[in-house]
């Protein structure tokens, strides 16, 4: 079975520096990856998607994430963060036959603060 | 386009009522979507479907139903609520292109 493990339940960091957001996952085959991201009281939005191809993936907002097979991982990145990315961010997992079918971790509230 | 909509935004149940939570989607999309989530647990699948009339269970289906008659709506029932229902659930539709779900604002249910 599909796993999602997000390394870090909270990542705070000040204004225009950089960061990172950790994700691992486990599955016996092929993977489609995701990031979403979710603002206070909202729903959740699309950051990026790694489906083939290309390992290094651009997003919207300045988000980037790297595929990496060998270590499982798709970490999340961005250069310099600003105040309007404090939001909680959700890695998934899916199946390419079930991408409708996806299997979250359970995310990272990044605080980023003045 | 209003993209995906929820109803109620907000409900309180007493345990074992029961209640149906709405969700429609204008973008024509086959396969549709219900989540739950809760601190510190992400996201889980409770029912999907990719298509009128076709549904399937998810992670966690018990104490939940669901139908599917047409494209646009995908709603979801509370059959006898319990207090570990309380959750915020989402509603989500999938672009087969792109592989894009796109989420409704959630529900956020209690139940007492």
């Known amino acids: 079975a599909q796993s999602v493990t997000q390394l870090d339940s909270q990542v705070p960091v000040f204004e225009e520096a950089p960061v990172e957001l950790r994700c691992n996952y486990s599955?016996?085959?092929?993977?489609?990856l995701f990031w979403y991201v979710q603002y206070p009281n909202q729903g959740l939005q699309l950051l990026l998607k790694?489906?083939?191809?290309?390992?290094l993936v651009k997003g919207i907002n300045g988000f980037e994430a790297e595929f990496n097979k060998s270590q499982t991982s798709f970490h999340l990145r961005k250069p310099s963060v600003h105040i309007s990315d404090t939001a909680e961010y959700f890695c998934?997992?899916?199946?390419?036959?079930?991408?409708?079918?996806?299997?979250f971790g359970a995310g990272t509230r990044l605080a980023v603060h003045p | 386009n209003a993209g995906v909509t929820q109803t109620p935004k907000f409900q309180v149940l007493k345990t074992g009522q029961s209640m149906t939570l709405q969700c429609a989607q204008d973008m024509n999309h086959e396969y549709m979507s219900w989540y739950r989530q809760d601190p510190g647990m992400g996201l889980r699948l409770i029912h999907y479907s990719v298509g009128a009339g076709i549904t399937d269970q998810g992670e966690v289906p018990n104490g939940y139903n669901v139908s599917r008659s047409t494209t646009e709506d995908f709603p979801l029932r509370l059959l006898s609520a319990a207090p570990s229902q309380t959750s915020v659930y989402f509603c989500a539709s999938t672009d087969r292109d792109s592989y894009e779900q796109y989420f409704g604002p959630g529900t956020r249910l209690t139940v007492t």
């Open positions: 998934a997992v899916s199946d390419p036959g079930g991408y409708n079918k996806l299997i």
């Open positions: 599955s016996s085959v092929s993977v489609y």
């Open positions: 790694y489906l083939s191809g290309s390992t």
